[in-house]
């Protein structure tokens, strides 16, 4: 999969340069089929990374909003997608829409991703940042083996 730079910003967003995509065609394959099937049930989805840089995954532990140094996104095996809210267009960062985030993943498992948003009890699971503070990551999504 060759992509420009502005082709592969307009399939995966800013935070997703040509250079990360063509490090990992098959993961952008996969993303690529898990947004379309989502659009297909009605889901927008914002995109955001999913191939980071060590200097990137150490960002997000600073800013809290990741407690492992060994992510996934580290080896292009997992995404971040946010629903797109149909009543304000805006992507929900916050988890607003927990009825948008349940269709994603449902229809995300059902096509290989694994999800660590919901409890089986269907609420919202937490985790725990380097900071000691909690978070929820509801949008990430990873590759099953």
Do not use: C
Request: positive net charge.
């Amino acid at each position: 999969m060759v992509l420009s730079a502005a082709l592969a910003r307009a399939l995966f967003g800013e935070a997703n340069d040509s250079a990360k995509v063509e490090a990992s065609p098959d993961f952008a394959a996969r993303v690529l089929q898990l947004v379309r099937a989502l659009e297909a049930a009605g889901i927008k989805v914002r995109i955001g990374p999913f191939v980071r840089t060590p200097a990137e995954q150490q960002t997000a532990i600073d800013k809290g909003r990741s407690g492992t140094e060994r992510s996934k996104h580290l080896t292009a095996r997992a995404i971040d997608l946010y629903p797109v809210d149909p009543t304000t267009g805006q992507p929900d960062y916050a988890g607003k829409r927990l009825d948008l985030y349940r269709r994603m993943v449902d229809i995300a498992k059902g096509q290989g991703w694994k999800s660590f948003a919901f409890k089986t009890d269907g609420s919202p699971r937490y985790l725990t940042n380097k900071q000691g503070g909690r978070f929820w990551d509801g949008g990430h999504l990873e590759l099953g083996q």
